[in-house]
């Protein structure tokens, strides 16, 4: 069974303090792995798109990398406004061709 | 350009009810697809729809259905609501069906009593 999972599932981290979140994924087969920052009682924005191992992919305080078993985000010198729940995504060959598998969310606190 | 649109923001239902929520999606979007996100978990896949036709559907039950229409909106119908259909129920477009980003809506958060 595709399967994606986050951790941890909490962070707290002090303004300025860089840290990664983890996605691992256990899957059939690997179409695309998705980041997206979800704030609370509001939709999923999307961050970044992954397709294939070794692949990298920055926006500002941001980074998403890509290796044949997991994803990492990572957060250089986070600011408070970054605190969100962070989700990670696959999409799978097969079966519901457009389907995400998402994992549970890791929920970033920053403190000033 | 205006992202994904949905209505209503908020719904309040009473169990054994029907419920209708309804999806615009991203101007020259032509798939359409819906999750389910109970609170602590990550969205979960309902259905995706594409140029009209139903092209993938989740583990749920028969009480979900839904279509599109021509102009590509879309509408999630939930028949004889029990409890734990309370949810926030999430709408996405993408221009396509393979590994096209998916843009999300604000979702619906629908509570059923």
């Known amino acids: 069974e595709d399967q994606v999972t986050q951790s941890p599932e909490a962070l707290r981290l002090q303004e300025g303090e860089s840290s990664s979140l983890n996605c691992s994924y256990t899957?059939?087969?690997?179409?695309?792995l998705f980041w997206y920052r979800q704030d609370p009682g509001k939709g999923p924005e999307f961050l970044f798109t992954?397709?294939?191992a070794g692949e990298e992919k920055e926006k500002e305080r941001l980074k998403a990398t890509l290796t044949k078993k997991e994803s990492f985000l990572h957060i250089t010198a986070p600011k408070p406004e970054d605190s969100a729940t962070y989700l990670c995504?696959?999409?799978?060959?097969?079966?519901?061709?457009?389907?995400?598998?998402f994992g549970k969310g890791t929920k970033l606190s920053v403190k000033p | 350009d205006a992202g994904v649109t949905q209505s209503p923001t908020h719904l309040i239902k009473t169990r054994g009810q029907h419920v209708t929520l309804r999806c615009s999606p991203i101007?020259?979007?032509?798939?359409v697809s819906w999750y389910q996100q109970v609170l602590g978990q990550g969205p979960q896949f309902i259905f995706q729809y594409y140029e009209k036709e139903e092209r993938g559907r989740g583990n749920f039950p028969d009480r979900f259905s839904a279509r599109q229409f021509p102009n590509y909106s879309s509408e999630l119908n939930v028949n004889a609501l029990l409890l734990g259909d309370s949810a926030l129920y999430l709408c996405a477009s993408s221009l396509g069906l393979y590994t096209d980003t998916q843009y999300f809506g604000p979702g619906t958060r629908l509570t059923v009593l």
């Open positions: 995504a696959v999409q799978v060959p097969g079966g519901s061709q457009g389907n995400l598998i």
């Open positions: 101007s020259g979007h032509k798939s």
């Open positions: 992954l397709y294939s």
């Open positions: 899957v059939s087969g690997l179409r695309g």
